[in-house]
């Protein structure tokens, strides 16, 4: 069991959660419009549809990873790749944070976790994510892959959710600041762009 690859995934979530993207910006503008409560319903969908694309990767994945060294590599390599791809675009989109709450429309808890939950689903950028990043933090030679998979989604899951909720139920005070401050988009926008290449990079040198 390695725990270090463990400990590396969380900071790795931990910092793509916290960088600015259309989840926790939509979280943020329901905080704002519609209170704390509505925003944490917002972040239960969206967390919800991670655990069906965690499910699609993992029995996916988990078959191609076991036929072949070839396989594992083209996968390692097809990672990195879209990863570097990520930070490019994140390096070409403006830096600036726009949060325009007049556009939200008020919505009941309900609706929220349903739209937060298509809004995930529907988006298959996220399996796509997770087909990248997850492989790399593969943490035992022993446990069988699916089950790695679902541990890897489920640690994904947790930290996103606590770092979204934070966003939800700190939302006045984060929306504030960011309409204050003019460098925190730039700052932001390098730090997604290290984290990214930094993946990236360790996926290339991961060993299966």
Known sequence: MNYELLYTFVVATSILA???GPDNIFVLLQSVV????????????????CIVHTT????????????????????????????FFLAFQVYKADSSIELQSNTVAKKNPLQLFRQG?????????VSIFFLAFFPAFLFS???NTVLQFYV?????VCVSFVVFALIAILADYIAGYLKQSKKIGLILKWVQIIVFVAIGIFIL???K
């Open 34 to 49: 519609n209170g704390k409560k509505y925003g944490l319903a917002t972040v239960a969908g969206l967390m919800t549809g």
């Open 205 to 207: 040198l991961s060993e």
């Open 152 to 156: 890897l989604g489920g640690i994904f």
């Open 18 to 20: 916290i960088t600015p």
């Open 56 to 83: 699609l990767v993992a029995f996916g994945m988990s078959t191609l990873i076991k036929q072949s060294d070839a396989l594992f590599l083209i996968i390692k390599i097809f990672g990195a790749c879209y990863l």
């Open 141 to 143: 030679d022993h446990l």
């Open 117 to 125: 939950f298509i809004m995930n689903v529907l988006n298959p950028k």
